[in-house]
């Protein structure tokens, strides 16, 4: 998914999240924004840690992070 959006957008005004990939669900086109799924994320993360230790690391370091106007949009897609 993240290759074909960065072939088809300005790959340089895309801000992405280091580790994050395979997590990429979509892109927000007015705010040229990428757009991740949460529940990849954090299985991503758990490769390395504890599901706990994943789902606190996610919500405290990764969501919480604002950089600017491209900061990604995180999809909460467990519910």
């Known amino acids: 998914m ?11 005004d895309i801000l992405k999240a280091d580790g994050f990939d395979e997590a990429v669900i979509g892109f927000c ?25 994943a789902d606190e690391y996610f919500w405290f370091n990764v ?4 950089v600017g106007d491209k900061t990604p949009i995180w999809c909460i897609d467990n519910i």
Request: with cysteine; net charge negative.
């Open 2 to 12: 993240l290759e074909k959006i960065m072939q088809f957008f300005d790959s340089e």
């Open 29 to 53: 086109e007015n705010s040229q924004r990428l757009i991740y799924s949460v529940t990849q994320c954090i299985k991503i993360l758990e490769k390395e840690m504890t599901e706990e230790e």
């Open 63 to 66: 969501h919480q992070a604002y």
